[in-house]
């Protein structure tokens, strides 16, 4: 490749990141970033990333992951959706004698990062496979943004469980002595009332826009080789 032409592939990878880094701040700092299902509201931030993982690589995932903790952070210290729990996602933040700490800092960005990690993993995984048919083809994006999404879920909700149990029955005046026990009880709702659908969208966005921008970008990319 020319050196004119590795120019204008970096312009255009750097362009599309920037477009997805402006449509991640618009989710976490906007109304947008909300999506209500019936009684289900649904957080819309991690879509960029898996879009940003699955159209521009791993690395770049995860990146956009590490500026969507940031954001969270930032977030969870200045303007927090739920002042009492903002200390889980916030070292700066504390309520009495209850204090967020280093761990804080990890549940706000480490998930957000892992789900361009893990979403580009598994879309690079499954696409070196040889499947049959383009329909089953279709599963790489299906598959790879919905485990991007869950693994935000489950890594946020189990350092939670692992590091904050205590601290989060004590805000929310449950029974300390069964900690662990109410704090998985919740997990598992939460799971299934926001991280299910989450993941959903997330994998819808990846097969409905990933998929089509992929083809058209492939097909820009060939046109300029000719």
Not at 101 to 108: Q, T, Y
Not at 140 to 156: C, D, K, M, R, V
Request: include cysteine.
């Amino acid at each position: 490749m020319s050196e004119s032409k590795s120019n204008k592939v970096n312009v255009l990878l750097l362009t599309q990141f920037a477009v997805l880094l402006a449509i991640e701040i618009i989710f976490c700092f906007t109304p947008l970033g909300s999506l209500p299902i019936g009684p289900i509201v649904a957080t819309l931030a991690g879509v960029p990333v898996v879009m940003c993982a699955v159209l521009l690589g791993t690395k770049a995932g995860a990146l956009l992951g590490l500026m969507a903790g940031i954001f969270s952070l930032f977030i969870w210290t200045f303007m927090p959706p739920q002042p009492p729990l903002a200390f889980l996602y916030s070292p700066f933040y504390s309520l009495g004698e209850i204090n967020g700490n280093f761990w804080s800092l990890v549940i706000s960005i480490f998930p957000r990062v892992m789900i361009g990690v893990t979403a580009g993993f598994f879309f690079n995984l499954l696409n070196k496979i040889n499947l049959p048919t383009k329909k089953i083809r279709f599963a790489s994006y299906i598959i790879s943004g919905a485990l991007g999404s869950l693994a935000n879920t489950f890594f946020t909700l189990g350092l939670i469980y692992f590091v904050f149990a205590e601290d989060f029955v004590r805000v929310t005046g449950g029974d300390i002595t069964h900690a662990k026990t109410i704090v998985l009880g919740v997990i598992g709702g939460l799971v299934l009332s926001n991280g299910v659908p989450e993941a959903i969208i997330c994998a819808v966005a990846a097969l409905f826009i990933c998929q089509p921008l992929r083809l058209i970008l492939k097909k820009d990319a060939a046109n300029r080789t000719t």
